[in-house]
């Protein structure tokens, strides 16, 4: 049977990137005003804030594991999907809601939502292709950038709407979004046929007590929401939480690649040595959705041919907007290299986003030496994202290729949800380095003042991740051989 295609891509393809564009429009359209919802409105000391925009982040991408999984063994992906995505537009419109117990609830809610949608719309686009499609990697790519489109018109459209108008509005508009997502999903979803379907349809309906078990799930995962409220209030706890999972999925790891044939086994311990490392590489990249942003409010001169941008709008547009940009450059280099035999393997890349990222931070804290009035330019501003999005084409869409390349079969959903649990890994550390930048609230308001508190730690992440792109490098020829 032949497949009706857009260009050269199944048509599929773009229903999910449209559903996947509106999501993501509203998940960073959320988070861009996070940290300084909590700051300026909430009136949270800086510490506290950190620590709870590193739980949100971390258990955001913790969730997919358990998404990931009820979709393999039970729901199918679609129904996961639709079902995520309700809870998120719940989240999304209970923090539309100006109350004080709103803002832990809808967090909570997208978390769950998340779990269930983020993994299986990402699966969803591997069912297209065959397994040994030439097309898969192009289509991953695709869809990497319309997660970035909607991102960075989320950020654009939230960030304005939230810091200027009313934080509330922003949190809607969010929502707003990602109902449009739902709903370009549910109708179009018969499009892909059988794809994605339940596994095992007649146990799903199955009922017990009166319910099927399909309704048992859904029911079962909203006991998660009030846990979730409770490290919220309780996030001590969450060091432990994330300590513990941390090395359950690294002994899971070891002990599955230790029973396997040796060719197997090194695979993994290859994929597990770059996973481990891209903890590091989050943890300093995620700055965006916090310290940054503050930053871009306190220190970044603003000012465009008079006119003031709104920073919020800025520092969430740029990331996924050179996302969107150098995409097209790297997938030019890639050819260009592989047709002369020169493509860097991944640990290379991986070294090589660490050194991009370690450039970026590098310009952020020279432009902090040279500001006087306690502001550096949106120039160097926007250059130093530059860098550091460089650094993340070389690592992220890389690492979800690898991830399906290096796993067994049987293992490649599991090890995607670890994949993602590396980011919750790196947005927790994320957090802990954000309040090692946070400014007392005397000198808040005052550029000058506030700067050095930035600046001492950026110098020291662009050091330490100088530092790691090294040695990934120095150790590349023997994760190569792996
Ligand atoms: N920005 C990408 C996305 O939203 C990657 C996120 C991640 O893996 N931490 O899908």
């Not at 709103?102 to 779990?115: D, L, R, W």
């Not at 293992?411 to 995607?416: D, E, F, G, T």
């Amino acid at each position: 049977m032949t497949e009706r295609t857009i260009g050269k891509q199944p048509r599929q393809l773009y229903l999910l990137f449209f559903a996947e564009m509106w999501e993501r429009f509203s998940f960073y359209g959320m988070k861009a005003l996070l940290i300084a919802y909590m700051v300026t409105e909430l009136k949270f000391d800086e510490p506290k804030s950190y620590g709870i925009l590193g739980a949100y982040s971390a258990l955001v991408y913790t969730m997919p594991m358990l998404g990931g999984m009820l979709a393999d063994r039970f729901l199918g992906y679609r129904r996961a999907v639709i079902y995520g995505g309700i809870l998120m537009t719940i989240g999304h419109l209970v923090l539309a809601l100006p109350q004080e117990w709103s803002f832990f609830y809808g967090m909570a809610f997208i978390i769950c939502g998340n779990g269930f949608f983020k993994p299986n719309i990402s699966s969803l686009v591997g069912t297209l292709y065959e397994e040994n499609d030439p097309r898969r990697d192009s289509g991953f790519s695709l869809f990497y950038m319309g997660i970035n489109i909607g991102a960075a018109l989320g950020g654009l459209l939230c960030g304005y709407v939230g810091q200027r108008i009313n934080w509330h509005y922003g949190f809607g508009l969010a929502g707003i979004f990602m109902v449009l997502g739902l709903i370009v999903f549910a109708i179009g979803q018969k499009s892909l046929g059988h794809r994605g379907l339940p596994p095992n349809l007649t146990a799903l309906k199955k009922r017990t007590a009166g319910i099927t078990n399909e309704q048992l799930i859904y029911v079962a995962s909203l006991l998660i929401i009030p846990v979730v409220v409770a490290l919220f209030n309780r996030h001590e706890i969450m060091d432990y939480f994330m300590a513990v999972l941390g090395a359950v999925a690294i002994t899971y790891v070891l002990w599955e690649a230790f029973r396997m044939e040796a060719a197997a086994r090194n695979k993994l311990i290859a994929a597990l040595f770059m996973i481990v490392f891209s903890i590091l590489f989050w943890a300093f990249y995620e700055q965006n959705a916090g310290s940054l942003n503050l930053f871009a409010m306190r220190n970044v001169d603003m000012h465009v041919m008079g006119t003031e941008l709104p920073a919020l709008s800025v520092n969430n547009f740029l990331p996924p907007g050179w996302v969107v940009i150098m995409s097209f450059f790297f997938a030019w280099l890639w050819t260009w290299l592989a047709k002369r035999k020169m493509e860097p393997a991944t640990p290379v890349k991986f070294g090589f986003a660490f050194v991009l990222m370690a450039i970026g931070f590098l310009v952020f804290y020279l432009a902090c030496l040279n500001a006087e009035s306690g502001l550096i330019s949106l120039f160097a501003f926007a250059m130093g994202y530059m860098f550091i999005i460089a650094g993340e084409l070389c690592l992220s869409p890389i690492g979800l290729s690898m991830v399906t390349k290096l796993s067994p079969v049987r293992m490649v959903a599991v090890m995607m949800g670890i994949w993602f649990f590396a980011s919750a890994g790196g947005e927790f550390l994320a957090g802990k380095i954000g309040k090692m930048m946070s400014v007392p609230e005397a000198v808040q308001n005052n550029a000058v003042a506030s700067l050095p508190y930035y600046a001492t730690i950026l110098k020291e992440i662009a050091i330490a991740s100088a530092i790691a792109g090294a040695l990934i490098l120095l150790l590349s020829p023997l994760v190569k051989k792996w």
